[in-house]
Antibody, heavy 121, light 110 residues
Framework: QVTLRESAPALVKPTETLTLTCAFS??????????VSWIRQPPGKALEWLAR???????YYSPSLRTRLTISKNTSKNQVVLTMTNMDPLDTATYFC?????????????WGKGTTVTVSS | QSVLTQPPSVSAAPGQKVTISCSGS????????VSWYQQLPGTAPKLLIY???KRPSEIPDRFSGSKSRTSASLVITGLQPGDEADYYC???????????FGAGTQVTVL
């Protein structure tokens, strides 16, 4: 059974750095073409893709957030970590991680439940 | 402003059909596979359609997808109250080197 679970501080202050962790089970990021994406959703708004890391450690970022994001993986721990610097109240959102079993076909077949992050002083 | 354009809302009576469109360009829908996601209130998105028209095994055949040139569509037939949700299309954009989603379509069962 494939599962993903996101974790992060529920509250961060403006200008701080947010660290999001996606712990997964039931698959390996060593598998050819496997990847994991991060997606966020501000309250009442649409999904926004943030970043993706591939089985071969290729990394892709949202063009609008590229300078603030860093994605990494720990294959032995089955974790993907996303850091976002210089947090702003507009970054208040629910953050999801999702498995993408084939980077070329580009679909997210299993999602975590999400973790809600509020940015406020 | 989303790269992929979806109608904000569609509605129909129970048992009827709704079609949700997703319009893009040659750098995304025109050259990449499209997927569709259902998000029920307060829950994570769920994969409905992948590779333009394939359904995961647990998704009923009331949901179908298609693609033509730079547009894609999701059709829901035999509409049920439990289908009330937000629906998103998504794909890869080769110019942006980024995954893109539509702004979402809210389906209301009258």
């Amino acid at each position: 059974q494939v599962t993903l679970r996101e974790s992060a501080p529920a509250l961060v202050k403006p200008t701080e750095t947010l660290t999001l962790t996606c712990a997964f089970s039931g698959f390996s990021l060593n598998t050819t073409k496997m990847c994991v994406s991060w997606i966020r959703q501000p309250p009442g708004k649409a999904l926004e893709w943030l970043a993706r890391i591939d089985w071969d450690d290729d990394k892709y970022y949202s063009p609008s957030l590229r300078t603030r994001l860093t994605i990494s993986k720990n294959t032995s721990k089955n974790q993907v970590v996303l850091t976002m610097t210089n947090m702003d109240p507009l970054d208040t959102a629910t953050y999801f991680c999702a498995r993408m079993p084939n980077m070329i076909r580009g679909y997210m077949d299993v999602w975590g439940k999400g973790t809600t992050v509020t940015v406020s002083s | 402003q989303s790269v992929l354009t979806q109608p904000p809302s569609v509605s129909a009576a129970p048992g009827q059909k709704v079609t949700i469109s997703c319009s893009g360009s040659s750098s995304n829908i025109g050259s990449m596979s499209v997927s569709w996601y259902q998000q029920l209130p307060g829950t994570a998105p769920k994969l409905l359609i992948y590779d333009n028209n394939k359904r995961p095994s647990e998704i009923p055949d009331r949901f179908s997808g298609s693609k033509s040139r730079t547009s894609a569509s999701l059709v829901i037939t035999g509409l049920q109250p439990g289908d009330e949700a937000d629906y998103y299309c998504g794909t890869w954009d080769s110019t942006l080197s980024a995954h893109v989603f539509g702004a979402g379509t809210q389906v209301t069962v009258l």
